[in-house]
Protein backbone atom coordinates (compact mmCIF):
# COMPACT_ATOMS: atom_id res chain seq x y z
CA UNK A 1 0.00 0.00 0.00
CA UNK A 2 1.78 3.62 -1.12
CA UNK A 3 1.60 5.78 1.53
CA UNK A 4 1.78 9.26 0.54
CA UNK A 5 1.88 12.48 3.21
CA UNK A 6 -0.08 16.18 2.21
CA UNK A 7 2.14 18.18 3.80
CA UNK A 8 -0.52 21.47 3.49
CA UNK A 9 -0.86 22.12 6.88
CA UNK A 10 2.68 23.05 7.15
CA UNK A 11 2.73 26.13 5.01
CA UNK A 12 -0.77 27.10 6.49
CA UNK A 13 0.61 26.81 10.16
CA UNK A 14 3.56 28.42 8.95
CA UNK A 15 1.63 31.51 7.23
CA UNK A 16 -1.04 31.67 10.23
CA UNK A 17 1.82 31.54 13.23
CA UNK A 18 4.20 33.46 11.09
CA UNK A 19 6.69 30.54 13.05
CA UNK A 20 9.63 28.92 11.06
CA UNK A 21 8.37 25.28 9.82
CA UNK A 22 11.20 23.81 7.19
CA UNK A 23 8.93 21.65 5.41
CA UNK A 24 12.18 19.73 3.77
CA UNK A 25 12.89 18.32 7.12
CA UNK A 26 9.30 17.33 7.06
CA UNK A 27 9.90 15.67 4.09
CA UNK A 28 13.13 13.89 5.25
CA UNK A 29 11.60 12.62 8.51
CA UNK A 30 8.37 11.19 6.30
CA UNK A 31 10.47 9.04 3.79
CA UNK A 32 12.88 7.84 6.83
CA UNK A 33 9.31 7.15 8.24
CA UNK A 34 8.41 4.57 5.15
CA UNK A 35 6.13 6.71 3.32
CA UNK A 36 6.20 6.27 -0.73
CA UNK A 37 5.99 10.24 -1.43
CA UNK A 38 5.54 13.47 -0.01
CA UNK A 39 2.80 15.45 -1.47
CA UNK A 40 2.22 19.49 -1.67
CA UNK A 41 -1.04 21.84 -3.46
CA UNK A 42 -0.37 24.76 -5.04
CA UNK A 43 -2.85 26.98 -6.39
CA UNK A 44 -3.07 30.30 -8.63
CA UNK A 45 -2.03 32.65 -6.13
CA UNK A 46 1.25 30.53 -4.91
CA UNK A 47 0.23 31.15 -1.33
CA UNK A 48 1.09 29.76 1.00
CA UNK A 49 2.94 27.03 -0.71
CA UNK A 50 5.37 29.08 -3.27
CA UNK A 51 7.49 28.23 -6.18
CA UNK A 52 10.12 28.20 -3.81
CA UNK A 53 8.76 25.46 -1.40
CA UNK A 54 7.53 23.07 -4.89
CA UNK A 55 11.13 23.27 -5.88
CA UNK A 56 13.24 23.15 -2.64
CA UNK A 57 10.86 19.66 -1.88
CA UNK A 58 11.78 18.20 -5.15
CA UNK A 59 15.02 18.28 -4.49
CA UNK A 60 14.70 17.09 -0.86
CA UNK A 61 11.96 14.34 -1.34
CA UNK A 62 12.77 10.85 -3.41
CA UNK A 63 9.48 10.84 -3.82
CA UNK A 64 7.32 13.99 -4.82
CA UNK A 65 3.86 14.79 -5.83
CA UNK A 66 2.23 17.63 -6.76
CA UNK A 67 -1.25 18.47 -5.91
CA UNK A 68 -3.01 21.66 -8.14
CA UNK A 69 -6.13 23.06 -10.05
CA UNK A 70 -6.71 22.82 -13.61
CA UNK A 71 -4.87 25.58 -14.13
CA UNK A 72 -2.70 26.35 -17.14
CA UNK A 73 -0.81 29.12 -15.64
CA UNK A 74 0.32 26.47 -13.09
CA UNK A 75 1.53 24.00 -15.77
CA UNK A 76 5.44 25.79 -15.88
CA UNK A 77 5.56 25.53 -11.93
CA UNK A 78 4.94 22.02 -12.70
CA UNK A 79 7.39 21.74 -15.59
CA UNK A 80 10.15 23.17 -13.89
CA UNK A 81 9.83 21.13 -10.92
CA UNK A 82 9.12 17.82 -12.42
CA UNK A 83 7.08 16.06 -9.33
CA UNK A 84 6.81 12.12 -10.18
CA UNK A 85 2.88 12.56 -10.06
CA UNK A 86 0.46 15.63 -10.48
CA UNK A 87 -2.65 15.24 -9.08
CA UNK A 88 -5.52 18.04 -10.48
CA UNK A 89 -8.29 18.67 -8.17
CA UNK A 90 -10.66 21.54 -7.49
CA UNK A 91 -9.37 24.91 -6.70
CA UNK A 92 -12.24 26.66 -4.31
CA UNK A 93 -13.92 28.56 -7.47
CA UNK A 94 -14.49 25.19 -9.30
CA UNK A 95 -17.22 22.12 -8.60
CA UNK A 96 -21.31 22.08 -7.82
CA UNK A 97 -21.95 24.68 -5.14
CA UNK A 98 -22.92 23.20 -1.56
CA UNK A 99 -21.94 19.43 -2.54
CA UNK A 100 -19.47 17.94 -0.20
CA UNK A 101 -17.61 15.96 -2.88
CA UNK A 102 -16.72 18.69 -4.67
CA UNK A 103 -15.87 22.50 -5.23
CA UNK A 104 -13.36 23.47 -2.65
CA UNK A 105 -9.62 23.32 -2.92
CA UNK A 106 -8.15 20.16 -3.13
CA UNK A 107 -11.46 18.34 -3.30
CA UNK A 108 -12.80 16.59 -6.58
CA UNK A 109 -12.86 17.68 -9.59
CA UNK A 110 -16.66 17.53 -11.43
CA UNK A 111 -16.71 14.76 -13.66
CA UNK A 112 -19.14 12.83 -14.99
CA UNK A 113 -22.00 15.04 -13.78
CA UNK A 114 -25.25 16.30 -15.75
CA UNK A 115 -23.59 19.21 -18.63
CA UNK A 116 -20.18 18.29 -16.51
CA UNK A 117 -20.96 22.07 -14.99
CA UNK A 118 -18.18 23.89 -13.57
CA UNK A 119 -15.61 21.49 -14.95
CA UNK A 120 -12.55 23.23 -16.80
CA UNK A 121 -11.38 21.70 -19.78
CA UNK A 122 -8.09 19.49 -18.62
CA UNK A 123 -6.43 18.89 -21.90
CA UNK A 124 -4.69 22.45 -21.46
CA UNK A 125 -3.16 21.29 -19.06
CA UNK A 126 -3.08 17.60 -19.12
CA UNK A 127 -1.00 17.71 -22.54
CA UNK A 128 1.77 19.49 -21.30
CA UNK A 129 2.32 17.57 -18.73
CA UNK A 130 2.07 14.06 -20.43
CA UNK A 131 4.32 15.45 -23.10
CA UNK A 132 7.20 15.68 -20.47
CA UNK A 133 6.30 12.24 -19.16
CA UNK A 134 4.88 13.53 -15.97
CA UNK A 135 2.31 11.09 -14.55
CA UNK A 136 -1.24 12.63 -14.38
CA UNK A 137 -3.94 11.49 -11.96
CA UNK A 138 -7.34 13.17 -11.26
CA UNK A 139 -8.89 13.55 -7.84
CA UNK A 140 -12.48 12.83 -8.38
CA UNK A 141 -15.66 11.98 -6.62
CA UNK A 142 -16.73 7.99 -6.12
CA UNK A 143 -18.92 7.57 -8.68
CA UNK A 144 -18.62 5.53 -11.95
CA UNK A 145 -19.67 8.64 -13.94
CA UNK A 146 -16.31 10.44 -12.86
CA UNK A 147 -14.44 7.27 -13.30
CA UNK A 148 -15.28 7.16 -17.11
CA UNK A 149 -14.82 10.78 -17.42
CA UNK A 150 -11.17 10.38 -16.11
CA UNK A 151 -10.69 7.19 -18.35
CA UNK A 152 -12.15 9.24 -21.62
CA UNK A 153 -9.51 12.25 -20.37
CA UNK A 154 -6.63 9.72 -20.38
CA UNK A 155 -5.57 10.24 -16.64
CA UNK A 156 -3.09 7.23 -15.38
CA UNK A 157 -4.82 6.90 -12.12
CA UNK A 158 -7.74 8.72 -9.98
CA UNK A 159 -7.39 8.98 -6.46
CA UNK A 160 -11.50 9.52 -5.24
CA UNK A 161 -12.06 12.29 -2.72
CA UNK A 162 -12.89 10.27 1.03
CA UNK A 163 -13.45 14.08 3.04
CA UNK A 164 -17.06 13.76 2.43
CA UNK A 165 -17.12 10.34 3.27
CA UNK A 166 -15.89 10.24 6.68
CA UNK A 167 -17.77 12.25 9.02
CA UNK A 168 -21.70 11.04 7.72
CA UNK A 169 -24.07 9.36 10.12
CA UNK A 170 -23.33 5.56 9.83
CA UNK A 171 -26.32 4.79 7.28
CA UNK A 172 -25.16 7.23 4.94
CA UNK A 173 -21.92 7.02 5.48
CA UNK A 174 -22.36 3.03 4.41
CA UNK A 175 -24.26 4.08 1.32
CA UNK A 176 -20.99 6.05 0.24
CA UNK A 177 -18.88 3.37 0.94
CA UNK A 178 -20.92 1.12 -1.34
CA UNK A 179 -20.60 3.64 -3.90
CA UNK A 180 -16.91 4.33 -3.35
CA UNK A 181 -16.64 0.32 -4.09
CA UNK A 182 -18.41 0.03 -7.25
CA UNK A 183 -16.01 3.38 -8.65
CA UNK A 184 -13.15 1.30 -7.63
CA UNK A 185 -14.37 -1.54 -9.30
CA UNK A 186 -14.61 0.35 -12.57
CA UNK A 187 -11.14 1.91 -12.25
CA UNK A 188 -9.98 -1.45 -12.04
CA UNK A 189 -11.82 -2.88 -14.60
CA UNK A 190 -10.24 0.38 -17.16
CA UNK A 191 -7.00 -0.73 -15.53
CA UNK A 192 -6.30 2.66 -13.76
CA UNK A 193 -4.53 2.98 -10.61
CA UNK A 194 -6.12 3.95 -7.80
CA UNK A 195 -5.77 5.77 -4.35
CA UNK A 196 -8.17 7.53 -1.66
CA UNK A 197 -7.54 10.73 -0.34
CA UNK A 198 -9.39 13.38 2.34
CA UNK A 199 -10.38 13.70 5.76
CA UNK A 200 -8.58 10.08 6.48
CA UNK A 201 -7.55 9.05 10.02
CA UNK A 202 -6.46 6.20 12.40
CA UNK A 203 -9.93 5.20 12.92
CA UNK A 204 -11.45 5.87 9.62
CA UNK A 205 -9.22 4.74 7.15
CA UNK A 206 -9.62 0.90 7.50
CA UNK A 207 -13.31 1.39 7.37
CA UNK A 208 -12.65 2.90 3.63
CA UNK A 209 -10.17 0.21 2.81
CA UNK A 210 -12.24 -2.47 4.37
CA UNK A 211 -14.82 -3.15 0.93
CA UNK A 212 -12.40 -1.86 -1.65
CA UNK A 213 -9.07 -4.16 -1.89
CA UNK A 214 -8.08 -2.76 -5.34
CA UNK A 215 -7.04 0.23 -3.86
CA UNK A 216 -3.45 0.86 -3.94
CA UNK A 217 -2.69 3.83 -1.90
CA UNK A 218 -3.99 6.39 0.17
CA UNK A 219 -3.10 10.18 1.05
CA UNK A 220 -2.71 11.59 4.54
CA UNK A 221 -2.50 15.01 6.18
CA UNK A 222 -4.24 16.65 8.68
CA UNK A 223 -4.66 13.84 10.66
CA UNK A 224 -1.24 13.10 11.00
CA UNK A 225 0.08 16.21 11.83
CA UNK A 226 -2.09 16.51 14.86
CA UNK A 227 -1.02 13.29 15.89
CA UNK A 228 2.30 14.45 15.61
CA UNK A 229 2.12 17.06 18.10
CA UNK A 230 1.92 14.79 20.56
CA UNK A 231 4.26 11.81 19.50
CA UNK A 232 6.26 13.05 16.74
CA UNK A 233 6.24 12.92 12.64
CA UNK A 234 8.13 10.06 12.91
CA UNK A 235 5.82 8.25 14.86
CA UNK A 236 2.94 9.31 14.01
CA UNK A 237 3.86 8.30 10.29
CA UNK A 238 4.85 4.89 11.41
CA UNK A 239 1.50 4.05 12.86
CA UNK A 240 -0.37 5.09 10.01
CA UNK A 241 1.79 2.63 7.52
CA UNK A 242 1.15 -0.04 10.50
CA UNK A 243 -1.76 0.59 10.20
CA UNK A 244 -2.29 -0.01 6.15
CA UNK A 245 0.47 -2.08 5.76
Known sequence: MRLVFELDALPA???????????????????????????????DTLKP??????????????????????????????????PDRVLLAASGREGLEGASMVGRAGRALNLGSAGGKGAPPLAPVMRP?????????????????????????GAAGVEFFTGGIVDLPRAERETELEALREAVRMAS???MSIGIGGGLGYRSVLEVLEGAPAIGGIAVGREVVSRAILVGLDRALRDMKQLVA
Open 189 to 191: KQR
Open 129 to 153: LAEAGIETWLRIAPRIEAVKAAHRE
Open 49 to 82: VTEVDVSELRRAARGFELRMPVHPGLVKVALEAR
Open 13 to 43: LRQAAGAEIDICAAATIAELAGVSAVRIGID
